[in-house]
């Protein structure tokens, strides 16, 4: 069974800094992962999809990176803003129509 | 254009009430999910509808049923209300080839 984990839980940054969220999952056979952002009462926005032929996907300040064969992937924020103050979930698709599997996000904020 | 749409936005039922959440599309999506999102544990599927006319079981099914009722519209119906069903729910389609998932606003529902 997939299992997504997303480290740290948590994360604090003053304004301007770049920073890095983590995404594992156990098995490396995925179709694809893709990057939520979810604000607090509010649904899920997709951010970046990464197939499982590509290594990286960029979106403005937000690159996101794919190792298969290692089972991770990292989201980099670049010059962070009180804007991105944000949950952050990854979540890994098996195959093309199946269930996506999702980590329990990292919540981050961005201190003015 | 709106995305994908939920009803209600927010509910409190007694144990044992019935309810049905609506969820519309107009993206014409062949996919549509639907998740229930709790605190440690993450978004986990209920049910899904690959296309229109078939439904599948997801990770959590059980006290729910679905309809797929056209291409745009796919239901959550909770036939007995129970306290472990309070939990926030979210209803989803997806863009086959990318199979980048959209996500509604979600509804936030308490059993008393």
């Known amino acids: 069974k997939q299992e997504v984990t997303q480290i740290p839980a948590a994360l604090s940054v003053p304004e301007g800094e770049n920073l890095v969220l983590n995404c594992s999952f156990t098995?490396?056979?995925?179709?694809?992962l893709q990057w939520f952002r979810q604000d607090p009462g509010k649904g899920l926005t997709s951010l970046l999809l990464?197939?499982?032929?590509?290594r990286e996907q960029t979106s403005g300040r937000l690159n996101a990176s794919l190792d298969k064969s290692s089972g991770r992937s990292t989201l980099y924020i670049a010059a962070s803003q009180p804007g991105d103050s944000a949950t952050y979930l990854c979540a890994v698709k098996e195959t093309s129509g199946s269930r996506l599997t999702f980590g329990e996000g990292t919540q981050l904020t961005v201190n003015p | 254009n709106a995305g994908v749409t939920q009803t209600p936005k927010f509910q409190v039922l007694k144990t044992g009430q019935s309810m049905t959440l609506q969820c519309a599309q107009d993206m014409n999506h062949n996919s549509m999910y639907w998740y229930r999102q709790d605190p440690g544990m993450g978004l986990r599927l209920i049910y899904y509808?690959?296309?229109?006319?078939?439904?599948d079981k997801g990770e959590v099914p059980n006290g729910y049923n679905v309809s797929r009722l056209n291409k745009r519209e796919f239901s959550l119906r909770l036939e007995s209300a129970a306290p472990s069903q309070t939990s926030v729910y979210f209803c989803a389609s997806i863009i086959q080839g990318p199979d980048t998932q959209y996500f509604g606003p979600g509804t936030r529902l308490t059993v008393l």
């Open positions: 990464i197939q499982s032929s590509q």
């Open positions: 098995d490396s056979a995925i179709y694809n």
């Open positions: 509808s690959a296309s229109e006319g078939t439904t």
